[in-house]
Each structure stands twice: as structure tokens, then as C-alpha cells.
């Protein structure tokens, strides 16, 4: 139980009301529209953050008139985080006492659980990779290659202006970013009735060293969380758009968990829009360019 504190400050930070209204972080409020009030989310027009790390919000947006400090109660804060301090601990006592009642490490014994029971007698799941199933058919039509199969999709936008990411699961999109000019970031879906994460990277240039290693380190914690949580044999979705270089390399070591292939240090120059879409710990289709991204692969049956 040494990790319950940071396990409670990572489980917080996946919450953008931990990011914006505890932390104050200036990275996520650019994120959402920028340290002006011209904010995009609707219940916050009006809000900024100012240049002393404080919020203020101009009343009914307009650019006239003096803003007003937006306090936020200390006890309210941290009664949040003791809320989720006092949650998480009765969540980790039950699991203990389910632990001791059962016998048995239930992590340990569910990790080693085969992913299918079509598997061969003996194999050893946790060496054996998982990959996707390749279920595409083609046909020739005159001088076109038509396919037949459906397929899962990641089509994504560096171009200065119209950044655009688009996740598509057969005919249906199931996210599409494209409203924010300065959109940038991780965003990893595993296909199905699942959300898609962002993980922010933050921009160098805006942040001194130290202050800028921190919350780089923050976002890949996040990130290697997020990727230590995947069930084995899931299908992922990734989209990289306007990520730092000097970031990328970090990232890409934090999504190798996943089996994202790595990139040459000449890929890594050029590299603004990064697509994926493969198997946990499988086979990966993959595409990184200056401007466009696109990947796709052939999608199992079972998850259309």
C-alpha cells in the first residue's frame, strides 16, 4: 500500500475538472481554448486563466470591463481529493480482504488466464503474442483493387490550421477531433464500446525546463497507467497530431507497451501526424508523415 497517494494522483488526473480547477494547469486550459475567455466548453465562456495562475471570468464574454477573480474554495478541493483518497482506499481494502479470502494473488491469477479458449493445450499466452485476424478479400474491378471486408481506420490532420483526427470502426466514426485549430496530443481508443483518451503533451517553447519536464513526466505517467490497464489481445486506435519532437521519442517508449513499433531518428524529424491501428502486443499497421496519417487493418469479425 506504499503507492496508495500517487495511485489516488493519477486516478485524479484523469479527470480534466482535476487538471483545470485543483491543478490550474495553463497546458490543459490551452488545451480546451486557450488562456483567453473565449473558451469552448459552454459552461465556461467567459473563463481564463490569468498570468498569476489565478481563474477570472468576464461576464457574458465580453471583452469590456474589469474580470472577476473565480474562487475556489481550498475545502473544496481538497475535500475532493480526500473524497477520492477515502473511495480508492475502500476500493483497495475490498480487494485485500477479497484477496485473503480467495488464497491467491487475484491480479497475478487473472493475468495468467488464457485470452481464448481456441488456444493449443500448453501455450504459453504470455510469450505467444496476440494479432488481429486477417479477414480482408480483395477483388480486381478494371485497373481498381475494391475490398470486400471491413476495416478499422485512423486518419490524421497535421496541416497548420486543420488539425483533424478521425477513429472509424467499419462504416461508423467513432471520434472525430477537428474544431480546435491548435489541437495536439496522444489520443489511444481501444475499438469497441470504449472512450478515447488524450493524454496532452505540453509544448516546450511555452514553459520553462523544469516546469516543462514535470508535466511532460505527469502525462506519460498517465499514459503508461493507461497502457498497464489494456486487456491482452485488444484492438487499439492511435493518433499522434503536433506532439514536440523532443517529446515524441518519450512517448513512443511509453506506447511500446502497447506494441506500438518504434521510429527511426529520421522518422522522428519529420514526424507531425503519427496513425496506428493494431493488436496489444501484435501485429501493427502504421503510418507517420509531416502533414497526413492514415492506417487501417482488417477488422476480426467479433468487433464489428
Known amino acids: 500500500r506504499s503507492f496508495d497517494e500517487e495511485y489516488v494522483n493519477i486516478f485524479a488526473d484523469e479527470f480534466l475538472g482535476h487538471w483545470l480547477w485543483v491543478k490550474k494547469d495553463r497546458a490543459s486550459w490551452e488545451q480546451q481554448g486557450g488562456c483567453s475567455h473565449q473558451h469552448q466548453r459552454g459552461e465556461m465562456q467567459g473563463m481564463f486563466l490569468g498570468e498569476d495562475n489565478e481563474i477570472y471570468q468576464r461576464w457574458d464574454g465580453w471583452d469590456f470591463g474589469s474580470p ?5 474554495p481550498v475545502e473544496v478541493t481538497e475535500g475532493a481529493m480526500s473524497l477520492l483518497r477515502i473511495a480508492l482506499g475502500k476500493w483497495f481494502d475490498s480487494y485485500e480482504a477479497l484477496r485473503a479470502e480467495l488464497g491467491f494473488d487475484l491480479k497475478t491469477k487473472l493475468l495468467s488466464l488464457q485470452p481464448s479458449s481456441e488456444l493449443p493445450t500448453g501455450m504459453d499466452t504470455k510469450k505467444s503474442p496476440v494479432t488481429a485476424p486477417n479477414f480482408s478479400r480483395f477483388k480486381r474491378e478494371g485497373n481498381w483493387w475494391t475490398e470486400v471486408s471491413e476495416r478499422l ?4 490532420s497535421a496541416v497548420p490550421g486543420r488539425p483533424l483526427i478521425s477513429f472509424c470502426e467499419g462504416n461508423s466514426e467513432t471520434f472525430s477531433e477537428q474544431d480546435e485549430s491548435e489541437l495536439s496530443g496522444v489520443f489511444v481508443k481501444a475499438v469497441g464500446q470504449h472512450s478515447t483518451r488524450h ?4 509544448d516546450p517553447s511555452k ?9 511532460l513526466q505527469e502525462q506519460l505517467a498517465g499514459l503508461t497507467f493507461w497502457a498497464g490497464s489494456v486487456p491482452n489481445g485488444s484492438i487499439l486506435q492511435l493518433a499522434c497530431v503536433n506532439v514536440p519532437q523532443e517529446a515524441l521519442p518519450a512517448v513512443l517508449r511509453g506506447l511500446a507497451a502497447l506494441g506500438v513499433p518504434s521510429l527511426s531518428a529520421e522518422g522522428l524529424e519529420r514526424a507531425r501526424a503519427l496513425a496506428a491501428v493494431g493488436a496489444m502486443q501484435g501485429q501493427w499497421s502504421c503510418h507517420a508523415s509531416s502533414n497526413i496519417a492514415a492506417a487501417s487493418m482488417a477488422a476480426p469479425q467479433t468487433q464489428l
Not at 472577476?68 to 475556489?72: G, N
Not at 493524454?199 to 505540453?202: A, Q, R
Open 199 to 202: 493524454f496532452v503533451v505540453p
Open 153 to 156: 481506420s485512423v486518419v490524421c
Open 68 to 72: 472577476t477573480r473565480v474562487d475556489i
Open 207 to 215: 514553459y520553462d525546463r523544469e516546469t516543462y519536464d514535470r508535466m
